[in-house]
């Protein structure tokens, strides 16, 4: 993996779009409102970066290694993280509007607020991420982990949840219209509040509402 000096970031940054980046080394570089749009950054250490502000649309993360990375309000749509790390990454308020994140790890991550609008997060591992108020308006979370997830106020309109685990999920006044939950795992998620007008509901799932409506009646 290549380590770059602090002037030759800067002078890297500066060259025409797109670059070369795979296997580099910008672990705890400053890269804040770093423009890295159509690079190929795959197999990258970006871990414990500042790169609140940036712009990597349509650029190549996978594999890329982003644990505690600041990604605050970064413009990240239609960004591959396929297998990307991003634990405990802080998203607040990123763009990833249909993004690729297939399979990557988002384990405690920050997303409150995050646009993830047709993003692709199939068999991503959500676990203990904070999702509170995201759009995830269409996005394919299909298998996905969002065990003790904060999903709370979210938008997942016409979201495809088949076969994810939310086992201890906050989904309270989550808009679930339309939303395919068909064989999620719904054990101790707490659904106070949440909309799920025209959701796929299997029949396990309508009956652990219906008690948990009982109960708080």
Excluded at 173 to 182: E, F, K, M, Y
Aim: hydrophobic share 45%.
């Amino acid at each position: 993996m290549s380590n770059l000096s602090s002037f030759q970031i800067y002078e890297l940054l500066n060259r025409p779009r797109p670059l070369w980046l795979v296997k580099i080394n910008l672990s705890e570089t400053n890269l804040w409102m770093a423009d890295l749009s159509d690079c190929n950054l795959g197999w990258a250490d970006l871990s414990r970066s500042d790169m609140s502000w940036s712009i990597l649309i349509n650029s190549n993360l996978s594999n890329a290694t982003l644990n505690q990375t600041n990604l605050y309000e970064a413009h990240l749509s239609r960004t591959n993280f396929t297998q990307a790390d991003l634990t405990r990454a802080n998203l607040t308020r990123a763009n990833l509007d249909k993004a690729i994140l297939t399979e990557s790890i988002l384990v405690d991550a920050n997303l409150s607020r995050a646009i993830l609008g047709r993003a692709v997060l199939n068999k991503a591992n959500l676990s203990g991420a904070i999702l509170a108020r995201t759009d995830l308006g269409k996005a394919d979370l299909l298998g996905a982990n969002l065990h003790s997830a904060d999903l709370s106020h979210a938008n997942l309109f016409e979201s495809n949840l088949e076969g994810a685990d939310l086992r201890g999920a906050i989904l309270e006044h989550a808009d679930l219209t339309g939303a395919n939950l068909n064989g999620v795992n719904l054990v101790g998620a707490r659904l106070n509040g949440a909309i799920l007008t025209d959701a796929i509901l299997p029949d396990e799932i309508e009956m652990l509402l219906r008690k948990q409506s009982e109960n708080e009646g």
